[in-house]
C-alpha cells in the first residue's frame, strides 16, 4: 500500500474532496499563538489517482488567483474631498471599478474551483 501524508494547518476540509482522509490533529505553536495541525493520508494506488492529484494541484493553483480588495482610504478619501472634489470623484470611481472587476475574476475562479470539486468526487 502506496502512502501518502500531508500536514495541513487551516481548511482541511477542502482536501477531503480529493481523497485525503484525516488521521490525527496535534496542536502547535508558542506562546499565545497557538493553533492545530492535521494530519491527512491519501492511498497512491486509488483508482484515478493521477487525475484527483492533478485535480488538486489545478484547485489550489485556482484558489491561489484569488484576488482580495483592499477598500477606498479613509484619510485619502477625506483629504480629497476636502480640498478637491473633481480628484475625490476620480479615485472613488476607480476604486468602484476595481471592486467590481475583483469580484466579477473572483466569482469565474469560484465557478471553476466547485467544478473541479465535483469532478475530483466524480472520480473517487
Given at each position: 500500500?502506496?502512502?501518502?501524508?500531508?500536514?495541513?494547518?487551516?481548511?482541511?476540509?477542502?482536501?477531503?474532496?480529493?481523497?485525503?482522509?484525516?488521521?490525527?490533529?496535534y496542536r502547535g505553536g508558542r506562546a499565545?499563538?497557538?493553533?492545530?495541525?492535521?494530519?491527512?493520508?491519501?492511498?497512491?494506488?486509488?483508482?484515478?489517482?493521477?487525475?484527483?492529484?492533478?485535480?488538486?494541484?489545478?484547485?489550489?493553483?485556482?484558489?491561489?488567483?484569488?484576488?482580495?480588495?483592499?477598500?477606498?482610504?479613509?484619510?485619502?478619501?477625506?483629504?480629497?474631498?476636502?480640498?478637491?472634489?473633481?480628484?475625490?470623484?476620480?479615485?472613488?470611481?476607480?476604486?468602484?471599478?476595481?471592486?467590481?472587476?475583483?469580484?466579477?475574476?473572483?466569482?469565474?475562479?469560484?465557478?471553476?474551483?466547485?467544478?473541479?470539486?465535483?469532478?475530483?468526487?466524480?472520480?473517487?
Amino acid at each position: 500500500m502506496n502512502i501518502e501524508t500531508k500536514i495541513c494547518r487551516y481548511g482541511y476540509e477542502e482536501c477531503l474532496n480529493f481523497g485525503w482522509q484525516k488521521t490525527d490533529s496535534y496542536r502547535g505553536g508558542r506562546a499565545k499563538h497557538h493553533y492545530t495541525n492535521y494530519v491527512l493520508v491519501r492511498d497512491k494506488d486509488m483508482r484515478n489517482y493521477p487525475l484527483v492529484a492533478t485535480l488538486e494541484k489545478k484547485y489550489y493553483f485556482l484558489k491561489s488567483q484569488i484576488k482580495y480588495y483592499e477598500p477606498m482610504d479613509p484619510l485619502i478619501s477625506i483629504c480629497l474631498f476636502l480640498f478637491l472634489i473633481l480628484p475625490f470623484v476620480i479615485y472613488a470611481v476607480c476604486k468602484n471599478a476595481q471592486k467590481r472587476k475583483i469580484q466579477e475574476q473572483n466569482n469565474k475562479i469560484e465557478k471553476q474551483m466547485a467544478a473541479i470539486i465535483k469532478e475530483a468526487r466524480g472520480l473517487l
